[in-house]
């Protein structure tokens, strides 16, 4: 999962790598053109009649998949709940909040977070892996308070499904040496128990090819990590430049791999955080 800081970014910025910004024209029309959407499916609502509300939806799939380019270029190309760009299928502007109905652990379904249909805060970029098993789902903690329309307070939900432009739930996910995410050591029951539950809901386990990728970055990393500590060993000794340069080039390769724009950077990450060794932490701090 990587994390996009989705607050504070718009169409309309300048400083996104392979994104031509939008006028403020064309975003104030998109924006117009959100706020009366919403209207008209508050107008059902209040009406009663969910199913003209749902369709006006599927009708203007449109309008939320024309910030699908924009959404993309904030994460380089990647997938924000797998962090790959071709492993987990074609990319899906997905609602984080099901837009018509929700549905809990127990698999009881309650209405949707409607009034967020064509709001770009809820919009996240999913692979069809993910997104197609997702679904309606978005289960909360018992006792929860529930956001609605007249009373909305998304902010107070105790949702399970970790979310990518959250910074504290990005972090709670780790990975091992198979290729599989894991909880952060040291993370709460509570906080497990989210990871896990995310996990097998968006197959970022179950899916092979995503597994075995990562287990390949793992095993990359691991080797460099391997180079840089014998050539380490090496320049303990006393000045040897053949090793002080193979220290460099590794650090390099593996700056690299750490970086958010590579494929699986997160995974290359861990692989490194999990040596405790300083001199390697720097790299990725």
Same mark, same amino acid.
């Given at each position: 999962?990587?994390?996009?800081?989705?607050?504070?970014?718009?169409?309309?910025?300048?400083?996104?790598?392979?994104?031509?910004?939008?006028?403020?024209?064309?975003?104030?029309?998109?924006?117009?053109?959100?706020?009366?959407?919403?209207?008209?499916?508050?107008?059902?609502?209040?009406?009663?009649?969910?199913?003209?509300?749902?369709?006006?939806?599927?009708?203007?799939?449109?309008?939320?998949?024309?910030?699908?380019?924009?959404?993309?270029?904030?994460?380089?190309?990647?997938?924000?709940?797998?962090?790959?760009?071709?492993?987990?299928?074609?990319?899906?502007?997905?609602?984080?909040?099901?837009? &018509?109905?929700?549905?809990?652990?127990?698999?009881?379904?309650?209405?949707?977070?409607?009034?967020?249909?064509?709001?770009?805060?809820?919009?996240?970029?999913?692979?069809?892996?993910?997104?197609? &098993? &997702?679904?309606?789902?978005?289960?909360?903690?018992?006792?929860?308070?529930?956001?609605?329309?007249?009373?909305?307070?998304?902010?107070?939900?105790?949702?399970?499904?970790?979310?990518?432009?959250?910074?504290?739930?990005?972090?709670?996910?780790?990975?091992?040496?198979?290729?599989?995410?894991?909880?952060?050591?040291?993370?709460?029951?509570?906080?497990?128990?989210?990871?896990?539950?995310?996990?097998?809901?968006? &197959?970022?386990?179950?899916?092979?090819?995503?597994?075995?990728?990562?287990?390949?970055?793992?095993?990359?990393?691991?080797?460099?990590?391997?180079?840089?500590?014998?050539?380490?060993?090496?320049?303990?000794?006393?000045?040897?430049?053949?090793?002080?340069?193979?220290?460099?080039?590794?650090?390099?390769?593996?700056?690299?791999?750490?970086?958010?724009?590579?494929?699986?950077?997160?995974?290359?990450?861990?692989?490194?955080?999990?040596?405790?060794?300083?001199?390697?932490?720097?790299?990725?701090?």
């Amino acid at each position: 999962m990587i994390w996009i800081d989705l607050e504070h970014k718009l169409p309309t910025d300048t400083d996104i790598p392979g994104w031509e910004p939008w006028t403020q024209v064309q975003w104030d029309d998109w924006l117009a053109r959100s706020a009366q959407l919403l209207n008209d499916m508050a107008a059902f609502e209040t009406a009663g009649d969910r199913e003209a509300r749902n369709a006006l939806i599927d009708a203007n799939r449109k309008h939320w998949g024309d910030l699908k380019p924009w959404m993309l270029a904030l994460s380089g190309g990647k997938c924000w709940f797998s962090e790959t760009r071709d492993l987990y299928s074609h990319y899906d502007v997905e609602h984080f909040r099901p837009k &018509k109905e929700a549905r809990d652990l127990d698999g009881t379904v309650r209405d949707g977070y409607w009034w967020l249909a064509f709001n770009f805060m809820n919009f996240r970029v999913c692979g069809t892996v993910g997104n197609r &098993k &997702k679904g309606g789902w978005f289960p909360l903690q018992a006792g929860s308070l529930c956001s609605s329309f007249v009373a909305p307070k998304e902010e107070s939900e105790s949702r399970y499904l970790l979310d990518p432009i959250d910074d504290d739930d990005v972090a709670l996910i780790a990975f091992d040496e198979e290729g599989k995410a894991i909880p952060t050591p040291g993370s709460s029951a509570w906080e497990q128990e989210r990871v896990y539950i995310t996990i097998d809901r968006l &197959k970022l386990n179950e899916h092979g090819p995503l597994a075995e990728a990562r287990r390949k970055v793992w095993q990359k990393v691991d080797l460099l990590i391997g180079d840089f500590v014998e050539a380490r060993g090496r320049c303990s000794q006393g000045n040897n430049p053949a090793a002080k340069m193979k220290i460099t080039s590794v650090r390099s390769r593996i700056r690299e791999l750490t970086n958010p724009s590579a494929d699986l950077s997160a995974v290359a990450k861990w692989c490194v955080v999990v040596r405790n060794d300083p001199q390697l932490s720097r790299l990725v701090t």
